[in-house]
């Protein structure tokens, strides 16, 4: 179905820009700043209560090593992103843990990540030494190649994904990996779902492949507190003159004079563009939407879950000495699924050297309630915390009704990493879709990269 078309003097109201981008996640941040970069006059549309929460909530659980030719280092020097900004990412040898009843490994550079595979008798030496390595070259083989791939096009055809063997390596997950024995199995799953962002499906094996080898590269953070990746990259849209305007109810997409755009209900704003771009998840815009104003593209059914959110204002003194900032926890029952894993992160907070915040994450089950798995969260948190008393404060956290960053999805029909995607959404205005669960099974650096390559080639598109 076609958008919506105002009426002419409704049109003649508009406020006008080159891209309106729908969303405020990572990809859309990218994707404004290159466009934005190019000359365009962009404006990005967030929603409210994805503005106004806690910062920390929408960092990544984790960021791959910004040196050494990385996709996150690339990604900064391609948004040319101030010196002093990048010089405020620090390298960290541990990437994170890995925490259950008896274990916590650290994960990290190669020769110590090996040393702990051991040290807590998840595999012999040989084993793991040749895990740690071949990894690490499976790894390095998608980082060279998520940086040449087109991964978007507009309207043109699919070009074949590169597969099989890479110059002398076979792409995917090496034998060691792929075949682990249980207990070994286990970990490995639970990195793959820490790390990615899909909603029930299995990354595929060159995905694989790439989110278990980036930490052996170690990880970065920002050991001075706030902004982080986010900000920074909120920032960049704004100093090359993007815009953002924050709503707290309900939008249509409509057609304003054959140019799509946003009005927004019961005000007489309307901001249209030469093109638009989807970058929330199709699923929450169309919940937002009327459903006789739902266009074609937001109506296909996906898979989702959600990733629950608590956050904790910690005593530094309470947090456990040796614990890292980033931390995966396992469920306690090794028959469990690994669905049922936790992520923990550690905030420092600017003017506050005697807390932290604490925000940990969890998925959310087919039919199980928000409540309950905040609840085992918590729960989850103050084991490992046990002389807490009462040196940890509940922080309220929003849930976005459609900006949303922990509403994960499934790709349509299996379209995911390697390949390409097209971005066009509409045949009859120029409506493009910024899918990122096409990109899910590569964690943070698919979303990077996806709002990269789809500013290139949008860029093109306006000029």
Known sequence: MSFPVVSQSEGARARRWDAVIVGSNIPALVLAARLGMAGNRVLVVEEEAARTSFAGLREPFYLAGARGGGVLEHSLKELTLSLLDRRRIEDEEVSYQLVAEQL???????????????????????????????????????????????????????????????????????????????????????QVRALSNLATTTP???????????????????????????????????????EFRTLSRKFRLVSVMNQPGVSVAGSNEIWAGRLLVVAAPTTAVAGVLEAKDTPEFLKHPRTTRRRINVHLRVHRDVLPEGMAKRVILLPGDPSSDVEQLATLSVFARENDPKHRDVVLRGLAREGEEPETVASELRDRALELMPFHHDKIEDIPVKVPRWDDDHLLEDPLRGACWPGEIDLRASAKLPVHLLDRAFVGGLGLEGDLLLGLRAGEILRRELE
Do not use: Y
Not at 132 to 157: D, F, Y
Not at 166 to 183: I, V
């Open 204 to 242: 595929g094996p060159e995905a694989q492949a790439r989110l278990l080898g980036s930490a052996l590269s170690g990880g970065v953070g920002f050991p001075e507190g706030g902004p982080w990746l986010h900000e920074m990259l909120r920032r960049r849209v704004e100093s090359v003159f993007g």
């Open 104 to 190: 916590r490994a650290d994960i990290g550079r190669p020769e110590l990540t090996a040393e702990e595979l051991v040290a807590w008798s998840l595999c012999k030496p040989d084993t793991a030494h040749a895990l740690v390595r071949n990894v690490h070259e499976a790894s390095e083989v998608e980082r060279k190649i998520m940086l040449s791939t087109p991964l978007v096009r507009v309207g043109r055809r699919m070009s074949r994904a590169r597969t099989g063997v890479e110059g002398s390596h076979r792409r995917g997950l090496p034998a060691e990996a792929a075949h682990a024995e249980a207990d070994l199995a286990r970990v490995l799953k639970a």
